[in-house]
């Protein structure tokens, strides 16, 4: 959560101070909006060979360190981290006429920060971690039910761990930018870059 009194719309003249308390200040619109997974952004990624890939993901903190999101740490994408430790990410709601860019560095978060997170989902998607083998060949859907179901099984009757192939990656932000639509096209557009050690960021209107 960010502390700040950011506002969370954008005039034509004035840019908000704040981008990730804008972000947040956005997402929690998207959901009072009746949109579902307001937190769902695009990853973008480039694997060791060089080649780009995309995919939704969900968001699930915003500090000022970074955007925290969870996975299998043996996925395509966390193997694409791992051999360029760089990331984009892309959040747009169309009914809302609003888009953010975000890009930085990617980290792993901590251990006890991936076992707090882990502890807050429900049951069938902590069996889910342990029952998904991400991004391998499944040769069917009873392959993974009955993998779901040996781990139900395993734990009865006692809390979910967290597997050791699952953890949360977090990307610091760089450079943020803020869009909004305008009439004929004309779009605002804010990208911020923060001032070293300040906590401040620097802005810039681009043009759209």
Not at 10 to 25: C, G, I, K, Q
Not at 59 to 68: H, S
Not at 69 to 98: G, I
Not at 114 to 126: G, I, L, N, V
Request: glycine share 4%; net charge neutral; hydrophobic share 40%.
């Amino acid at each position: 959560m960010i502390d700040s009194a950011a506002s969370a719309s954008a005039s034509s003249n004035d840019a908000p101070p704040d981008p990730l308390a804008t972000l947040e200040a956005w997402i929690a619109d998207a959901r009072a909006a009746g949109l579902s997974n307001p937190n769902a952004a695009t990853l973008a990624t480039i694997d060791a060979d060089g080649r780009p890939s995309a995919r939704v993901i969900l968001v699930k903190q915003i500090t000022r360190a970074g955007l925290d999101f969870f996975t299998n740490t043996d996925s395509a994408k966390a193997q694409a981290l791992s051999a360029h430790p760089y990331a984009s990410l892309c959040f747009h709601w169309d009914v809302l006429l609003r888009q953010v860019r975000v890009r930085g560095p990617v980290t792993r978060v901590s251990d006890a920060e991936a076992d707090a997170y882990f502890a807050t989902r429900p049951r069938e998607s902590q069996l889910g971690a342990w029952a998904s083998l991400q991004s391998e060949p499944c040769d069917s859907r009873e392959v993974l039910l009955e993998r779901f179901r040996t781990f139900d099984e395993r734990f009865a009757g006692r809390d979910v761990p967290r597997p050791g192939h699952w953890s949360g990656y977090r990307v610091a932000p760089s450079e943020v930018e803020l869009w909004v639509a305008g009439d004929h096209r004309l779009h605002d557009r804010w990208r911020y870059t923060p001032r070293a050690q300040s906590g401040a960021w620097n802005i810039e209107r681009l043009f759209p």
